[in-house]
């Protein structure tokens, strides 16, 4: 590959990871109480904290499955909870869930920190001249995650930032990686995905004509990528790996 111009990066799992003890399920339960007064308290009484973060978890997971078993129908952000209150017995209409959506957030800066050598990793790529962007999966996008980029100090590095909350697909639909490559104006040949997911970061770049770096993580984990991809166990190896590409 000659005239790389660009990488991407998914967010969890390959730039940052929730503090140890933590789960999405458990993050969700503290904040489910605003959700929960969204609602009717005839459908509210049905539900407790627990049970919802569980459904709303369960569900994400399930749509992001769906997407990489090429389910290529809509997936809009309000879907994962309109669906999880379905499977506990409750229809609420689109307006509800997105309000809901915006009820259960929690800022990244309160659950997560900077895996090692992100930041030095970021700066090194941009310094050799290619432009960075982020393409992930995420119930929240938009300045939310902006905010959150800045309070760990990266956000000035990324030219791009696409999630599936404001594309309404999920990876690896083709739909994220076009948006990005559109906003950067760059081929697709031209550009590296870098990720922790071989179906939504590494499958999703290759059937979309990109290059893909594999994240292992954590690093003992078995499984190999497909031929041709490089993999990492830690970000101060990406460097290496991008040279080789380049």
């Known amino acids: 590959m000659t ?3 660009a990488v991407l990066f998914d ?6 990871e929730w503090y140890p003890g933590l789960t999405p399920e458990g993050i969700l339960a503290t904040v489910a109480p605003r959700a929960l007064r969204l609602l009717p308290e005839a459908q509210a009484v049905l539900l407790t904290p627990e049970s919802l973060a569980e459904a709303v978890r369960r569900t994400y997971l399930e749509l992001e499955h769906a997407a990489c078993d090429g389910d290529t129908s809509p997936m809009p952000n309000e879907l994962c ?5 379905a499977g506990l017995g409750v229809t609420i209409d689109p307006a509800t869930a997105e309000a809901m959506i915006d009820a259960l957030y929690v800022s990244e800066r309160e659950t997560t920190r900077l895996l090692p050598f992100a930041v030095d990793a970021l700066a090194a790529l941009s310094a050799s001249g290619l ?5 992930s999966n995420r119930m929240y996008g938009g300045e939310r995650l902006r905010g959150d980029l800045s309070y760990f100090d990266i956000g000035r590095y990324f030219d791009v ?3 599936s909350a404001e594309v309404g697909q999920m990876k690896p639909h083709p739909a994220l990686f076009r948006q990005a490559l559109q906003e950067l104006e760059l081929s697709p040949d031209k550009v590296v995905m870098v990720g922790d997911d071989l179906c939504c970061d590494v499958a999703g770049a290759l059937n979309s004509h990109l290059q893909a770096v594999w994240v292992r993580r954590p690093p003992e984990r078995t499984g190999d990528p497909p031929a041709g991809v490089s993999s990492i166990k830690r970000l101060d190896e990406l460097s290496e790996a991008i040279d080789r590409l380049r």
């Open 11 to 16: 967010l969890g799992g390959t730039l940052w």
């Open 131 to 135: 432009r960075l962007g982020i393409v």
């Open 81 to 85: 909870v309109r669906k999880a209150l």
């Open 161 to 163: 930032v696409v999630t």
């Open 3 to 5: 005239g790389l111009g």
